[in-house]
Nanobody, 119 residues
Framework: QVQLVESGGGLVQAGESLRLSCAAS????????MAWHRQAPGKQRDFVAR???????EYAESAKGRFTISRDNAKNTVYLQMNNLKPEDTAVYYC?????????????WGQGTQVTVSA
């Protein structure tokens, strides 16, 4: 079984930066795509960014130009560098990883990390 551990959230002021990390560990697996989503209070969970195994990247419009997703395949870790943070970025950030376990493609969510941006 695969587990995800997220870190890097916190309280910052508008204009500051944070870097989120999400590390996968567990039984033998091969990671496929890695992504970040976020959920603000009272709202649905929204897509933020995705990076594929080949390094193709996709961003939500709200993240373009300010956020950078990257991955370290040797460490089974995905990162989200967030610059010029805004109060509207306040949310719980979740990583999502899909992975091959044998011939099965499975998905798993991280536990979430709180990001709070004050004006």
């Amino acid at each position: 079984q695969v587990q995800l551990v997220e870190s890097g959230g916190g309280l910052v002021q508008a204009g500051e930066s944070l870097r989120l990390s999400c590390a996968a560990s567990g039984s033998p697996f091969s990671i496929n795509n890695m992504a970040w989503h976020r959920q603000a209070p009272g709202k649905q969970r929204d897509f933020v960014a995705r990076i594929t195994t080949s390094g193709n990247i996709e961003y939500a419009e709200s993240a373009k130009g300010r956020f950078t997703i990257s991955r370290d395949n040797a460490k089974n870790t995905v990162y989200l560098q967030m610059n010029n943070l805004k109060p509207e970025d306040t949310a719980v950030y979740y990583c999502y990883v899909d992975y091959w376990s044998g011939l099965s493609l499975r998905g798993i969510w991280g536990q979430g990390t709180q990001v709070t941006v004050s004006a």
